[in-house]
């Protein structure tokens, strides 16, 4: 299973909002059966909850490399021991920029910004373990 992007206005940061969205979705993911979760997130942020680099489970992308913001939580003990394979994203990921403008138009205008956590993320998807 996998989840994301969590996001929090940063006015609320540091309230426990994202730490509840986030522990909410590993309990759901267990009610529901699911052996792991495999994100692409901060680590900083991520290895509280016990996530761990997908690498150190063999786990790498479609390039079979293995991106630093790639993590893996085993909601189910040593559910992934003996298991190795590259992580195959959801053509829901595969965004139409025209449309996603499109969409946006809809709405009442905002100044764009990048914030400096979404730097750390890039920087962590684009650099390998």
């Known amino acids: 299973m996998t989840f994301g992007p969590v996001s ?7 309230k426990g909002i994202g730490t509840k969205l986030i522990t909410q979705a590993i309990e759901v993911a267990k ?23 997908a690498k150190e489970y063999g786990i790498s992308n479609l390039e079979g490399k293995y991106p630093a913001a790639h993590l893996v939580l085993e909601l189910t003990p ?3 021991t003996d298991i190795s394979g590259k992580a195959v994203e959801s053509s829901v990921y595969n965004v139409d920029t025209q ?16 914030m400096p956590s979404q ?6 998807t684009n650099s390998f373990l």
């Open 8 to 14: 929090v206005l940063p006015q609320l940061h540091n």
């Open 31 to 53: 009610e529901l059966g699911y052996a792991a979760i495999l994100i692409y997130g901060y680590e900083g942020y991520y290895q509280r909850f016990g996530f761990r680099h």
């Open 78 to 80: 040593d559910s992934l």
């Open 99 to 114: 449309k996603a403008a499109a969409y946006d138009s809809l709405f009442p205008a905002k100044e764009k910004k990048v």
């Open 119 to 124: 730097q750390v993320f890039e920087k962590a």
